[in-house]
Nanobody, 112 residues
Framework: QVQVVESGGGLVQPGGSLRLSCAVS????????MGWHRQAPGKQRELVAS???????VYGDSVKGRFTISRDNAKNTVYLQMNSLKPEDTAVYYC??????WGQGTQVAVSS
């Protein structure tokens, strides 16, 4: 059974940093592209960052230069390093494996 589990969310002050992790089990994640998406209250889910099987990376415009996605295939894990966080980054962050598998989400709140 495939499981996608996010961790690392929390409350942080503006300008702070967080590192999200997404651990995959039940399947070899290196065979798939992976990505981070987020959904704020009252808004549609949007792409934050994605990384393909061969390491091609795409970032959403609002996070370019602040967030970094990476993957460790040996650990079946993808990470999202978030720096210079802003209140508008507040959302539930979801990890996506391939086209079909989503995690349950982890809450990120940026507030003073």
């Amino acid at each position: 059974q495939v499981q996608v589990v996010e961790s690392g969310g929390g409350l942080v002050q503006p300008g702070g940093s967080l590192r999200l992790s997404c651990a995959v089990s039940g399947i070899i994640s290196s065979s798939f592209g992976m990505g981070w998406h987020r959904q704020a209250p009252g808004k549609q889910r949007e792409l934050v960052a994605s990384i393909s099987r061969v390491g091609r990376i795409v970032y959403g415009d609002s996070v370019k230069g602040r967030f970094t996605i990476s993957r460790d295939n040996a650990k079946n894990t993808v990470y999202l390093q978030m720096n210079s966080l802003k209140p508008e980054d507040t959302a539930v962050y979801y990890c996506k494996l391939g086209q079909n598998f989503w995690g349950q989400g982890t809450q990120v709140a940026v507030s003073s």
